[in-house]
């Protein structure tokens, strides 16, 4: 019984051992592998060496326990999106909201591991987004903002690729998403189309004037025309002229007279009398 006992123990002391040693190969190997998930890229550290040069792709790799530590990166196209008020070349103050699609330059991650770290947009892309848009904004007036919304986006996305490209940031979609003004620039619209409007009343009413002008030229003319033709006719033919004038002038009367309703005739002269149905000599 007691050579089976100490088989049986010396049994078990075994199997422990080969697990263990098993266990630890199994950490070991855990240690000694990592993963890189699609649409990643991994920056290895060595502690002797620093930052390895080399980017490794999706898959499983190995590395030195203890000696080495890998840091993932996403590599795939992330928006951002960030806001400015700046002010514009009329001096008016316009609010705008940036939108950016961008992603690492995947042969300089090691470089932007060591001057930015994983947060390398975070650190960056709000920063030169402010100054690209102040810059730009400062060259136009509120108003061609608006009627030049394309060439100014264009001058933005150009402008900001640029200095990302500086970092090792590639864009690929630059675009402003929100515009809008201030108050003050509202109440500058609308003291402007009032002083429009008024200075088209202005011209309105010195065309009007002109055109008075004008007429009461043209009448001044024609009467002085008339009171020529008038003045010879009266010296070549005497007053007979105005006579018959006179009695035109008399028909057109007794005419307006003859037509109308509301007109009683009085008889002229001394003996003129009213014919009431009286006898005058009683």
């Known amino acids: 019984m007691a050579g089976g006992g100490q088989a049986a123990v010396s049994f078990l002391t075994r199997i422990a051992k080969v697990a263990a040693g098993i266990g630890v ?4 190997a855990s240690t000694s592998l990592y993963t890189v998930d699609g649409g990643e890229r ?3 550290f060595d502690r002797i060496r620093g930052v390895l040069p080399k980017t490794e792709s999706e898959g499983t790799h190995f590395l030195v326990p203890i000696l080495q530590k890998p840091f993932i990166f996403d590599i795939r196209t992330r928006p951002h999106s960030f806001s400015s008020t700046s002010g514009t070349k009329d001096l008016q103050m316009v609010s705008l909201t940036l939108r950016v699609l961008s992603r690492p330059d995947t042969d300089r991650l090691p470089e932007i591991f060591n001057s930015l770290g994983l947060e390398y947009d975070e650190k960056v892309l709000p920063s030169i987004g402010n100054e690209v848009l102040k810059a730009v904004v400062a060259q136009f007036n509120a108003d061609q903002l608006l009627t030049e919304r394309p060439h100014v986006s264009a001058l933005v996305r150009e402008s ?10 590639v ?8 515009l809008a003004y201030g108050p003050e620039f509202a109440q500058a619209v609308e003291k402007k189309q009032v002083a429009q409007q008024e200075a088209e009343r202005s011209r ?7 055109q008075e ?12 025309e008339a009171a020529r033709l008038i003045s010879e006719a009266t010296t070549t033919a005497g007053n007979g002229l105005i006579e018959l004038r006179r009695i035109e002038a008399a028909k057109e009367i007794a005419g307006v007279l003859a037509r109308s309703s509301n007109i009683i005739y009085i008889p002229a002269g001394d003996n003129g009398q009213m014919l ?7």
Do not use: C, P
């Open 160 to 169: 900001l690729t640029q200095r990302a490209s500086e970092f090792n940031i």
């Open 171 to 178: 864009l690929d979609d630059v675009a402003i998403t929100h």
């Open 204 to 210: 309105f009413l010195v065309a009007k004037a002109e």
């Open 276 to 282: 009431l149905g009286l006898n005058a000599a009683r």
């Open 42 to 44: 991994a920056v290895i």
């Open 25 to 28: 190969a199994a950490s070991a």
């Open 213 to 224: 002008r004008r007429a009461a030229i043209v009448r001044a003319e024609g009467e002085s």
